[in-house]
Nanobody, 126 residues
Framework: LLQLVESGGGSVQAGGSLRLSCAAS?????MAWFRQRPGKGREAVAS????????????YYADSVKGRFTISQDNDKRMVYLQMNGLNPEDTAMYYC??????????????????WGQGTQVTVSS
């Protein structure tokens, strides 16, 4: 069983930054961050292919976060991070880490992932 644990959420003022972390108990090929607000579907934020091979580190972003968020990996530690800069109230959501044992070639929806963390809350106030 591949287990994922997120951390790093919290409350910040608009314009602030947070760094989310996701620890994986086993290796995967692609990991992603999603976010969800009450009454809305789970939205893909960013994904990254895992490892040091030719696909390793190749990442994808939602248009809403390009230029503000950066997804990265530490393969030795089986960790994935989401650096969130220039936060605004629209970024407020529960953020989830997801994984799958297939490489990603694009930002994919939640149905493409079969391993999920418990979520960490991000709240941005104006």
């Amino acid at each position: 069983l591949l287990q994922l644990v997120e951390s790093g959420g919290g409350s910040v003022q608009a314009g602030g930054s947070l760094r989310l972390s996701c620890a994986a108990s086993e290796y995967s090929y692609c990991m992603a961050w999603f976010r969800q607000r009450p009454g809305k579907g789970r939205e893909a934020v960013a994904s990254i292919n895992i490892g040091r091979g030719t696909r390793g580190g190749i990442s994808y972003y939602a248009d809403s976060v390009k230029g503000r968020f950066t997804i990265s990996q530490d393969n030795d530690k089986r960790m994935v991070y989401l650096q969130m800069n220039g936060l605004n109230p629209e970024d407020t959501a529960m953020y989830y880490c997801a994984a799958r044992r297939q490489y990603c070639s694009a930002l994919r929806d939640a149905d493409s992932y079969n391993y999920w963390g418990q979520g960490t809350q991000v709240t941005v106030s104006s």
